[in-house]
């Protein structure tokens, strides 16, 4: 199944905020997962880019923490496909070996942050956060 049943609760709806979280080392997406759950977040992982724009039934997250390298299909990748798709939602990169080109830290392209492993993960709670306050409080707009 398509949503992370582990971190739904009896309240979540399709409708609920949703963080996606995409790397392909099962040890980081536990650990994100475990964090923003802790914080209160609605959580769904994904192990590759593939798995996510496959798997995605929800629409896309209301942030994206993606991994820059993620194999022959790479964060980059996967950014460029939801840009051309205009489902872009807003995107926090992160990587351990890669510093991110300038061109690739546009927001107009979805990049809402970067952080390089190993990173605080209050850093990544604050960059995460406001992204989902805003999509609730414009759900509650509506």
């Not at 460029?80 to 070996?97: M, N, S, Y």
Request: hydrophobic residues 40%.
């Amino acid at each position: 199944m398509p949503f992370d049943h582990e971190s739904a609760s009896t309240s979540t709806s399709q409708s609920d905020p949703w963080v996606g979280i995409v790397d392909d080392d099962d040890a980081v997406r536990s650990s994100l997962k475990r964090v923003l759950r802790m914080e209160g977040m609605c959580v769904e992982t994904f192990a590759s880019g593939e798995e996510f724009l496959e798997r995605i039934t929800r629409g896309v997250p209301n942030c994206l923490v993606l991994d820059v390298r993620l194999g022959a299909f790479t964060g980059f990748d996967l950014q460029d496909r939801l840009v051309a798709r205009g489902e872009v939602p807003p995107i926090i990169f992160i990587t351990a070996h890669d510093e991110i080109p300038a061109a690739r830290l546009d927001p107009c392209a979805g990049t809402a942050g970067y952080l390089r492993k190993p990173f605080d993960m209050a850093a990544l709670i604050a960059l995460v956060r406001p992204w989902l306050r805003e999509s609730a409080t414009q759900g509650a707009a509506r």
